[in-house]
């Protein structure tokens, strides 16, 4: 049987079968709710602060009150890695508008507060997984997303067919294609490597804002590598020398096919297998 984890829902630390949320919490009648996944490594969270912030701008975009609690996010994140005796896996967090009677409109804020709620995962080995070393299979769908993919909503339907799509494919993922565009995968961003350029989509509302994007190409110009930030087509794609992904619960993850095709000889390439241990080396380096 598997554990019960302590949750954390409004201010309290609970069994996780006693934590509930309202039928009319407004992230179950309209998905009107935003989260972040911060990776755990060796009992420490990773990026932690670039979550804290993008989940401000998500808050902010969407005209939602920061719950109670949001002060206190690095403390309550550390005491569910504590209570859970997480080394390696995720923190999971979100926050929606609160639960009031279903209306399209917003409810007013002085009368519903936001529903915080936290709960962990636990992964051991997340660091070492086999998947890095043999390389990701992802076919391409299209991006039938909304125009806001720049805030982190739990609006998560067509990231899950895409997943499904990949699945019935034999494949790991699906990139999505915009006007032949690649926009990103289905929960984490796309790149591709020519030569020793790391090429990737611009940053827009048509993307997530990726944190691990955002230390990944730090590290990559940090490390004298060029990076390109623009969009690619999926023909390019299938012609690069190497492929990856990145998120936060993936890290750096090679790409080693796309629609069928093998890029280079079809198993990580040397660009993606470096970054991911420059990501990993340096991200633990700063982890809290
Ligand atoms: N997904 N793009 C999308 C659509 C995502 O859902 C994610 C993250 C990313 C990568 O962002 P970051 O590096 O900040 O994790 C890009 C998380 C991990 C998830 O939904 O589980």
């Known amino acids: 049987m598997k ?3 302590t949750v954390y829902l409004n201010g309290d630390y609970l069994a996780e079968d ?8 407004r992230s179950f009648l309209m998905a009107d709710g935003v989260y972040e996944v911060t990776s755990v490594l060796g009992g420490k969270l990773i990026d932690f602060d670039g979550h804290r912030v993008r989940l401000e701008r998500s808050l902010n975009e969407l005209d939602m009150q920061k719950p109670e609690g949001f002060d206190d996010l690095l403390e309550i994140h550390r005491e569910l890695v504590r209570v859970n005796e997480i080394e390696d896996g995720l923190v999971y967090l979100q926050v929606s508008r609160g639960a009031a009677d279903r209306d399209f409109m917003y409810p007013d804020p ?6 915080l709620v936290l709960f962990t995962q636990n992964k051991p080995g997340l660091a070492n ?10 076919i391409s769908i299209d991006d039938i997303r909304w125009g ?31 006007d032949g565009f ?7 961003n796309a ?6 350029k790391i090429i990737t989509r611009a940053l827009s509302n048509d993307i997530l804002h990726g944190i691990t994007r955002a230390a990944v ?4 110009r940090e490390a004298q590598m060029e990076v390109e930030e623009r969009s690619f087509t999926i023909d390019e794609a299938k012609e690069a020398d190497e492929a990856f992904i990145t998120s936060a619960s993936a890290f750096v993850m090679p790409v080693v096919e796309i629609d069928g095709v093998s890029l280079g000889d079809g198993t990580p390439g040397s660009v993606a297998k470096r970054m991911r241990e420059i990501y990993l080396d340096e991200s633990l380096k700063k982890a809290v």
């Not at 002085?110 to 529903?115: A, H, I, S």
């Not at 997984?129 to 992802?138: D, H, I």
């Not at 190409?217 to 990559?220: H, N, P, T």
């Open 18 to 25: 006693e934590a509930k949320v309202s039928i009319f919490d």
């Open 3 to 5: 554990d019960m984890r």
């Open 129 to 138: 997984s086999p998947a890095a070393a043999k390389g990701m299979k992802v």
């Open 191 to 196: 790149y591709i490597v020519k030569g020793n």
């Open 110 to 115: 002085e009368d519903v507060k936001p529903t």
């Open 182 to 188: 690649v926009t990103e995968g289905t929960s984490n």
């Open 217 to 220: 190409l730090r590290f990559a």
């Open 148 to 178: 806001r993919r720049d805030i982190k909503t739990v609006q998560l339907l067509y990231p899950s067919m895409g997943k499904m799509m990949a699945k019935k494919a034999g494949c790991d993922d699906a990139w999505m294609i915009q």
